[in-house]
């Protein structure tokens, strides 16, 4: 498939809507200049159009397989993920002192997209290793940095995150895994875990394993969980690959998409790990890779949609059928083709605006330690997450409608996107934990980060009354609704009643940040077709706001009002 990457888009945003210039200018990121950002973007752009892109379907077509054992990867995947690891893209945001580039989370953000849209199967690869850097350079004791740090950062080694098992699902609590200390420092770790992404391959010297398990003194439920090391070769004195680990993968999973990405079930029979952060602390370090990942997933939804939507556009602009005024025939000249295809390429911009601000505010509080800038992130993490995979999985339904009968004929390529991003809305948390961590633990402050961020968006909206008023309107009239929404939902004692309605709830938000981005960006460029684009996404889908945040404020009342024996 053929990927022209929207480098003047990530440009546009992080010097004109979401602040990169306050990143800079902090003596941790002073590095990275405009023309810095804007070479890194370029280079990975190429790299993504010419070395990944091509591999989409064959990954598709070729799925990794397990045979005797060893799982071997689609034709490509090796060449592709040298690329990446020789551009040092693995280790982008990494600490320099360990062989990472210490580039601003906007611009990983910005070139994890590219990856993602250009091979979503392979980028999954280095998305998990990334979590597991941020986890160990945040958690792990020096003498594990000094070993793994710069072997996962370079490329050579790939890490994983073990989470799930057949019985606990998104319950975590309710692992069965065990951990056992040996009395060396070290632990046996046994137990089975599901849903490995990348949980081997064949071109990584090493894979280490974050792993999830109980020590025998350990609560019940997610306080009494460890996080342990666990390495699928034994590291030697000389820190090289030693003997093999009491691990394997039993099998891997027949999914739905992603047929490139190895999607493990993974077996610890004694296996040997280290412990990363306290005994029974290992939710608080795990919590560090997946808010990682979140973010990281939400961008994968992001870069399905990108890719949906110029596989798309480019069918539209081939495609002669019927009579329209459209130079040459094409069905561009359709009004509803025009609609999906505006609705596709409005969104996006919204979700990526979202994802870099959530990017913005993360580099800001890693580089000044303020609490505004802490609060301000995790707040948005759950909204990049599930609104950039829900744009994903709807840009890629669309991107299908535009192809017609087309769209479902495997040779075309449109049905891969929605079968690879369909899971997206499930990783990580499903969208609606998201949601009920956004009204649950974000709003545990009483409202005051959701509060300010309204208030932005509001100061916003003042601002382009000059040029854009009634525009300016419609957002500040949005934002103000909102307000009175989230009030609501501080003032419900009832967790039930604020769960009930969080998914309307953070959407109806992702929807109004949106807006405030998409009225900021035609403020910023004058007319033309930005402003077209904004008056496109104001008037037309901006909307949608009012009847989620009535969902949102029903409570939990109605959902039990059938018997359970009725549903």
């Known amino acids: 498939m053929t990927y022209t990457a929207p480098t003047g888009e990530f440009t546009f945003i992080l010097e004109h809507l979401v602040g990169l210039n306050r990143v800079t200018e902090t003596e941790r990121f002073a590095d990275a200049t405009p023309d810095m950002a804007a070479a890194i973007l370029s280079e990975a752009g190429k790299m993504c159009e010419d070395k990944l892109a091509p591999l989409q379907r064959s990954g598709d077509l070729h799925p990794a397989r397990l045979e005797n054992g060893v799982v071997r990867t689609s034709p490509g995947f090796a060449e592709g993920y040298r690329a990446v690891a020789e551009g040092g893209w693995v280790g982008m945001a990494a600490d320099p002192e360990y062989g990472g580039l210490g580039l601003p989370m906007a611009l990983a953000t910005g070139v994890n997209e590219m990856m993602a849209s250009a091979c979503l199967s392979l980028q999954l690869a280095p998305l998990m290793s990334q979590g597991q850097i941020e986890a160990l350079e945040h958690h792990a004791s020096d003498a594990i940095k000094s070993i793994y740090l710069p072997k996962l950062i370079s490329g050579e080694w790939n890490g994983t995150m073990n989470l799930t098992e057949p019985q606990a699902g998104s319950d975590v609590g309710a692992l069965r895994s065990r951990a056992e200390p040996v009395g060396d420092g070290t632990y046996k770790i046994t137990g089975q875990k599901i849903y490995i992404s990348w949980g081997d391959n064949d071109f990584t010297d ?113 495609r002669v059928q019927g009579r329209n005024n459209e130079p040459g025939g094409s069905i561009l000249g359709h009004p509803d083709v025009r609609r999906m295809l505006l609705e596709m390429k409005a969104d996006i ?219």
Not at 270 to 293: D, S, Y
Not at 391 to 406: F, L, P, R, W, Y
Request: aromatic residues 8%; contains cysteine.
């Open 206 to 318: 090493n894979t280490c394993h974050l792993v999830l398990a109980r020590l025998a003194d350990g609560a019940p439920g997610t306080k009494g969980i460890s996080l342990f090391l666990v390495p699928k070769y034994i590291p030697d004195a000389a820190r090289n690959p030693g003997r093999a680990n009491a691990l394997r993968v039993i099998s891997l999973e027949h999914k739905l998409g992603l047929h490139g990405s190895p999607t493990a079930v993974m077996e610890y029979d004694g296996a040997i790990g280290w412990l990363v952060g306290q005994e029974h602390g290992g939710m608080a370090a795990m919590f560090t890779m997946m808010n990682n990942a979140r973010l990281g997933v939400g961008v994968q939804g992001i870069g399905v949609a990108e890719g949906a939507y110029q596989h798309a556009l480019a069918y539209a602009r081939d």
């Open 349 to 567: 911009f919204a979700a990526r605006s979202i994802a870099l601000g959530c990017s913005v505010s993360a580099d800001m509080a890693s580089a000044t330690g303020e609490q505004f800038w802490k609060d301000r992130a995790a707040f948005l993490t759950p909204i990049a997450k599930a609104f950039g995979t829900d744009v994903g999985i709807s840009a890629a339904q669309t991107g299908i409608q535009v192809h017609g009968g087309m769209g479902v004929i495997e040779e075309t390529g449109a049905a891969q996107f929605v079968r690879d991003g369909r899971v997206l809305a499930i990783y990580e948390g499903t969208n609606g934990i998201q949601a009920m961590d956004l009204v649950g633990r974000k709003l545990m402050d009483g409202g005051r980060t959701a509060g300010k961020i309204l208030d932005d968006i509001e100061t916003g909206a003042e601002t382009a009354r000059a040029t854009n008023p009634r525009l300016a309107k419609r957002v500040w009239n949005a934002a103000e609704t909102l307000r009175e929404t989230t009030e609501w939902m501080v003032a419900q004692e009832r967790m039930d009643d604020r769960f009930a309605g969080a998914v309307p709830y953070l959407r109806a938000f992702a929807r109004v940040l949106g807006a405030h981005f998409h009225l900021r960006a035609a403020t910023s460029a004058g007319p033309g077709p930005r402003t077209e684009l904004a008056r496109f996404y104001i008037r037309r889908m901006l909307p949608e706001y009012s009847w989620l945040l009535t969902q949102a404020r029903e409570g939990a009342g109605g959902l039990y009002a059938n018997r359970t024996e009725d549903l």
